[in-house]
């Protein structure tokens, strides 16, 4: 069973950043990928950025160059570090891990004011 651990959500004016912190209990080079998803309320989760085992990224287009995803194999984490932050960013942050099967973690809370 693979555990997913989110933090570092929490509430931020707009302009403002965060680091979100996702902690596996599994080897994360053990996944094919990792990512980070949103959902806002009323709204479908979508996609936020993902990171392959070999360093690959990929960004939502409303998140590209304010974004940033890494991963530490060293510590089995993968981070996300969000700048810039608008009101239309606030969600439910979720970590995701595939590996044939999917993981997901519980959940962050982002808040952005305006």
């Known amino acids: 069973q693979v555990q997913l651990v989110e933090s570092g959500g929490g509430l931020v004016q707009t302009g403002g950043s965060l680091r979100l912190s996702c902690a596996s209990s599994?080897?994360?080079?053990?996944?094919?990928?990792m990512g980070w998803y949103r959902q806002a309320p009323g709204e479908q989760r979508e996609l936020v950025a993902t990171?392959?085992?070999?360093?690959?990224?990929k960004y939502a287009d409303s998140v590209k160059g304010r974004f940033s995803i890494s991963r530490d194999n060293a510590k089995n984490t993968v981070n996300l570090q969000m700048n810039s932050l608008k009101p239309e960013d606030t969600a439910v942050y979720y970590c995701?891990?595939?590996?044939?099967?999917?993981?997901w973690g519980q959940g962050t809370q982002v808040t952005v004011s305006s």
């Open positions: 995701q891990a595939s590996s044939g099967l999917n993981y």
């Open positions: 599994r080897r994360i080079f053990s996944f094919s990928a």
């Open positions: 990171i392959t085992n070999i360093g690959n990224t």
